[in-house]
């Protein structure tokens, strides 16, 4: 009997030390990364018409700024004006301008885009009128969006009046530590919202 639960005891340990190993091993091919959250000052969103991108007719161009951050004066934010019937080509530029020069955050979410996915959502009154397509995409198998470079849809104007009023919430979602997925993480380095009409 003795040597029965000697045999158990010296079984439980060697799988404990093999189990032990292989988490070890497997933390060492798949380590968590984590990196601090992005400051940002500064959001710019700047377009062209897609078919014709001389046309400056249908330049648009919005900014969200807080230069002192949350709790001090309330953030500026421009308004989105957009035409229907119309696709435009957008890219986002992300600053932090308490650095002097300014730090050109979009440049380090491109870096490390396997760890940062930006989400662009219309307001239920701008849904199926607008559809925004990321663009630009991470170093994942298979590969996610990061979204600095996107594509807008904006519906032509059928059976509703115009303008049409809305918002649009910008989230740039920042995976610290677990993997990035098709869903927006807990942790976000930005969230902020643009008015927006459709003429």
Same mark, same amino acid.
């Given at each position: 009997m003795k040597v029965f639960i000697r045999t158990i005891i010296i079984l439980c340990f060697f799988s404990l030390a093999i189990f032990s190993s292989c988490k070890k091993s497997e933390d060492a091919t798949n380590p968590v990364i984590s990196t601090p959250q992005e400051q940002i000052t500064t959001v710019i969103l700047s377009g062209y018409n897609h078919h014709h991108p001389s046309d400056s007719n249908f330049f648009i161009q919005c900014k969200w700024e807080d230069l002192d951050g949350n709790g001090g004066n309330a953030p500026t934010i421009d308004s989105l /004006?957009?035409? +229907?019937? &119309?696709?435009?080509? /957008?890219? !986002? !530029?992300?600053? $932090?301008? +308490?650095?002097?020069?300014?730090d050109t955050v979009s440049n380090e979410v491109a870096e490390l885009g396997n760890m940062h996915?930006?989400?662009?959502?219309?307001?239920?009154?701008?849904?199926?009128?607008?559809?925004?397509d990321r663009l630009d995409l991470d170093g994942n198998n298979p590969a996610l969006p990061v979204g600095l470079q996107t594509q807008w849809k904006v519906v032509s104007?059928?059976?509703? %009046?115009?303008?049409?009023?809305?918002?649009?919430? !910008?989230?740039?979602?920042?995976? $610290?530590? &677990? %993997?990035?997925?098709?869903? %927006?993480?807990?942790?976000?380095?930005?969230? /902020? +919202?643009?008015p927006v009409r459709l003429r």
């Open positions: /004006v957009l035409d +229907t019937g &119309i696709t435009y080509d /957008v890219r !986002l !530029l992300l600053l $932090d301008k +308490t650095k002097a020069p300014y996915q930006l989400f662009y959502t219309p307001s239920a009154t701008l849904q199926h009128k607008i559809g925004i104007q059928q059976s509703y %009046p115009l303008p049409v009023t809305g918002s649009l919430n !910008l989230v740039l979602s920042h995976y $610290d530590g &677990i %993997p990035k997925t098709t869903q %927006p993480s807990p942790e976000s380095d930005i969230d /902020v +919202t643009f």
